[in-house]
Every structure is written in structure tokens, then in C-alpha cells.
């Protein structure tokens, strides 16, 4: 059957190719919990880890761990981890060891590795709320070989979600070859004209924290952020005052210096556009035209690519995008994967997270593994899954 989930009413420059068969996948969770989530019938999805709390990115470690960050729950907390998923078995769909590496973090969102080939040393790069740190790293480490060095602090304080709330999360990806890092930082409010050059803006520094500078800039809240195929990309949600059909959520190329628009200026119907709550001499001169754009709402997080010889055309030479949806059930934008090509045709790819106003789970990052699977986290039922092509 044909999936009906991934709506696109009202968003009109959003090119969608035609959709892939979408087939029901029944899941089973340990809570009792029954459901289906509709993919491709080629694929399995299956629940790997669960019981986490608000389970988040994903980071490969330099002995090939799979690292993930917990945030505990929406709230400001410093209750959050960052865990280790160690020994998975192909055959049992589970893995041997899930251990937690960091305790007591402030809403850890993201991490990041990078080894020093000049220094033959590994560092794990932390994004907090109020700061950036980093950590030695060994390979085979269960806990931090070293203390914690503070190379950057944040602004951590902003509106109450009375008026839009405030983006308490913090993104970091690093550069392989180079070291260099760089962190997303979200604005302070859902509209507002910043006190803090940091805020709403990507910020970049060498591997020690020196050389601190803004990147980019006029990004709302780019939660989505990594270093890959030779640049840095960056998935960015819009404002929530412009109605149901406005203003697209976007995908980007990032460049050195640009600005992107927040909050005088978005994008909408294949366009960049002035916000009528604010004044901007220079009307959208200068701002970019994302090549990739999202239903209004639907809160694109985690991406990731795959090659041209990716196994599966559905995803061949396209990128993978978690949904996160919106926080209005009524709007049904998101609560899901989509694929998209790089000219920004946009195709359902698992739906189902959201079922006549029941939530089942919110994607939020996802990784490809490189052997045509991936991991998926969710960050509502505090869930890892593997989605997979069938072996039989």
C-alpha cells in the first residue's frame, strides 16, 4: 500500500517523486506495546535497545563503538549520559554490552570523536547546554581515560515556552583530517533579534578550542549538523509564528561567513521570504535558497548519505532524514523518514510514528552502517532500531 502519512498539504514547492510501496511491519515492544510502522516490504525493523531515556546522535568511536547520547527528558536537567553500544550480534538483533560512559550531564545532545594522527592521541568531543568539553579517549575505554577540559562556554538561559521557548541543545561535529570543530547553537526564542553573536549560528575552532569564531549565521536552531562528504551540512528548523504552512524547515550546505536569514527572513514556497515582524534594509539580498526544504513543522534532525552503490535504489545516491515532528498532532507533519536527492525530490521512507493522534515515537538521528542498514533512535519511547534488508 501506498503511505498517506507523510502529508504535504498547503507546501507547494516541496518536489516529491513517487512514493516507494510502503508495506506494514509489525513491532513488539517489551512494554506490551503492539504497533506497525510501514516501510519497504525489502526491509525489517526491529527494537535493539530500549528503556533509554530520550536517546538522541550517535557517534562511531575510533575501535568502532557505537556511541549515543541520552538527554533524560525535555527538561533543563543535568541528568543526561552519553552510552556505549557495544558487541552487536547480526544473528539476535541485540548487543552484548550497554554501558554508560558519562553520568550527570546538562541535556547532552551530540558527541564527537577525532584522533590526532600528529599526536597518535583520540578525543571525545561533548555538546552541553552551557559548554563544550572534550575528553581522552582509548580504544576499549568504559569511562573517560582523563578529565574533562572546557574548551568553549554557551549562553544558557532564554525565553520561557510561553513565548517559543528556548533551544537548549548544543550539536559538535569534527572535521577528520583537520581537527577542526564546530558546534550549533540554537536562538534563545522562537523570533527574536540576539544579544549573543553565538546564538542562532555555527560556531567553529580549532581541536583545542583555540581560533574561536562564528562560522555561519541566521539559523535557527540547526540540530542536525555533520561534517561529511568533504563539507559541513546542517538540518535547520524554522519559526512557529507564520502559520501551519510556513516557513519550510531546510537543508544546507553550510558556507564560511554566510548568513541564512533568521529571524528577518525564511523560506517558503520555493523562495526566500521577509517576516513581517521584522525590518531588513536589504530585504532576503544575500540570503541562500536551501536546496533541500520540509513540510512547515515537521522538525528535520538527523541525516545521513548514501553512496551511489548504496545496495537499495530507494536509497542509493540520496540522503536519509529523521522527521521529528511536529509538537501540534493536529499539522501530522513528520513522525518520520524521508529520503531526498540532492536536487531536493523529497519520498516517504518509514512512516507510522504517529497513528490517529497516538504517538508510537519520534525519530531523531539516524546512521548508516554502511552494509545497506541503519540505526534509527527515538527519542519518545527511548528507543535504538535497526532497519535492515530482509536476509530471507
Known amino acids: 500500500m501506498k503511505s498517506t502519512l507523510f502529508l504535504l498539504s498547503g507546501i507547494a514547492s516541496v518536489p516529491v517523486l513517487a512514493a516507494p510501496t510502503l508495506t506494514p511491519h509489525p513491532v513488539s515492544l517489551q512494554s506490551g506495546a503492539r504497533f506497525s510502522l510501514?516501510?519497504?516490504?525489502?526491509?525489517?525493523?526491529?527494537?535493539?535497545?530500549?528503556?533509554?531515556?530520550?536517546?538522541?546522535?550517535?557517534?562511531?568511536?575510533?575501535?568502532?563503538?557505537?556511541?549515543?547520547?541520552?538527554?533524560?527528558?525535555r527538561s533543563d536537567n543535568s541528568r543526561g549520559k552519553v552510552t556505549i553500544l557495544d558487541g552487536f550480534n547480526p544473528q539476535t538483533r541485540r548487543f552484548a554490552r550497554v554501558t554508560d560512559y558519562l553520568t550527570g550531564l546538562r541535556n547532552p545532545n551530540s558527541v564527537a570523536f577525532w584522533h590526532d594522527t600528529k599526536s597518535d592521541k583520540s578525543w571525545l568531543y561533548v555538546a552541553l547546554t552551557d559548554?563544550?568539553?572534550?575528553?581522552?579517549?582509548?580504544?576499549?575505554?568504559?569511562?573517560?581515560?582523563?578529565n574533562a577540559q572546557t574548551l568553549t562556554r554557551f549562553p544558557a538561559y532564554g525565553?520561557?515556552?510561553?513565548?517559543?521557548?528556548?533551544?537548549?541543545?548544543?550539536?559538535?561535529?569534527?572535521?577528520?583530517?583537520?581537527?577542526?570543530?564546530?558546534?550549533?547553537?540554537?536562538?534563545?526564542?522562537?523570533?527574536?533579534?540576539?544579544?549573543?553573536?553565538?546564538?542562532?549560528?555555527?560556531?567553529?575552532m580549532n581541536a583545542d578550542g583555540t581560533n574561536q569564531h562564528i562560522y555561519a549565521h541566521g539559523l535557527r536552531n540547526a540540530v542536525g549538523l555533520r561534517w561529511m562528504r568533504g563539507a559541513l551540512w546542517a538540518s535547520n528548523q524554522g519559526v512557529d509564528h507564520l502559520g501551519d504552512d510556513a516557513p519550510n524547515e531546510t537543508f544546507y550546505k553550510l558556507q564560511s561567513g554566510s548568513d541564512y536569514g533568521w529571524p528577518y527572513c525564511y523560506q517558503s514556497r520555493g523562495a526566500v521570504r521577509l517576516d513581517p515582524k521584522f525590518h531588513r534594509a536589504v530585504g532576503t539580498k544575500g540570503v541562500p535558497l536551501a536546496p533541500i526544504v520540509f513540510p512547515a513543522h515537521s522538525s528535520a534532525l538527523g541525516f545521513d548519505w548514501f553512496a551511489p552503490n548504496a545496495p537499495d535504489p530507494n536509497?542509493?545516491?540520496?540522503?536519509?532524514?529523521?522527521?521529528?515532528?511536529?509538537?501540534?498532532?493536529?499539522?501530522?507533519?513528520?513522525?518520520?523518514?524521508?529520503?531526498?536527492?540532492?536536487?531536493?525530490?523529497?519520498?516517504?521512507?518509514?512512516?507510522?510514528?504517529?497513528?490517529?493522534?497516538?504517538?508510537?515515537?519520534r525519530p531523531c538521528d539516524v546512521w548508516n552502517r554502511g552494509d545497506g542498514s541503519f540505526w534509527l533512535s527515538d527519542d519518545y519511547a527511548g528507543i535504538i532500531y535497526l532497519v535492515a534488508p530482509r536476509t530471507n
Open 315 to 361: 536509497l542509493r545516491n540520496r540522503w536519509l532524514f529523521a522527521l521529528h515532528g511536529s509538537g501540534f498532532i493536529r499539522q501530522k507533519r513528520g513522525y518520520s523518514l524521508v529520503t531526498a536527492t540532492n536536487s531536493g525530490q523529497v519520498e516517504p521512507f518509514l512512516t507510522g510514528f504517529l497513528q490517529r493522534r497516538h504517538i508510537w515515537g
Open 159 to 204: 525565553l520561557s515556552y510561553k513565548y517559543g521557548g528556548w533551544h537548549l541543545t548544543r550539536t559538535v561535529t569534527v572535521v577528520p583530517e583537520t581537527g577542526q570543530v564546530f558546534v550549533a547553537v540554537g536562538s534563545s526564542g522562537n523570533a527574536v533579534i540576539e544579544k549573543e553573536a553565538v546564538r542562532a549560528a555555527i560556531l567553529s
Open 38 to 73: 510501514s516501510l519497504p516490504a525489502r526491509y525489517s525493523i526491529t527494537p535493539v535497545v530500549q528503556g533509554l531515556k530520550r536517546p538522541r546522535f550517535f557517534a562511531l568511536a575510533p575501535d568502532g563503538r557505537l556511541f549515543v547520547t541520552q538527554m533524560y527528558n
Open 131 to 146: 559548554k563544550l568539553v572534550r575528553y581522552p579517549f582509548k580504544n576499549g575505554d568504559t569511562k573517560p581515560s582523563g
